[in-house]
Nanobody
Framework: VQLQASGGGLVQAGGCLGLSCAASGGTFGSYNMGWFRQAPGQERELVAA????????YYEDSVKGRFTIARDNARKTVTLQAYSLKPEDTAVYYC????????????????WGQGTQVTVSS
């Protein structure tokens, strides 16, 4: 499966932003999908994930209640809506696909899109 992320940009603290990831090839509906981020000098971290059918979701503690992950298997897309953004949310965001469980096991994500930059100004 090939993944293409889009939607990053510059936003003020407290604002919102939507990221989208479009898939091609493979059978999108068989993959669990995740959004990762990597800030300068920091390790890449999984911030949200959704199961292949959309029934299970995972959120990293710092984004719970502020970020929402969703998917549309018919359109082969996964989205991340980010609200109440903070400067510490600044990072390059990546979408990725996994065929294993649990959702939060970052090492299982084998297919990656290119990153999209999100910058939150204070």
């Amino acid at each position: 499966v090939q993944l293409q992320a889009s939607g990053g940009g510059l936003v003020q603290a407290g604002g919102c932003l939507g990221l989208s990831c479009a898939a091609s090839g493979g059978t999108f509906g068989s993959y669990n999908m995740g959004w990762f981020r990597q800030a300068p000098g920091q390790e890449r971290e999984l911030v949200a994930a959704i199961s292949w059918g959309g029934n299970s979701k995972y959120y990293e503690d710092s984004v719970k209640g502020r970020f929402t992950i969703a998917r549309d298997n018919a359109r082969k897309t996964v989205t991340l809506q980010a609200y109440s953004l903070k400067p510490e949310d600044t990072a390059v965001y990546y979408c990725a696909a996994s065929q294993g469980l649990p959702l939060h096991a970052a090492s299982l994500y084998k297919y990656w899109g290119q990153g999209t930059q999100v910058t939150v100004s204070s």
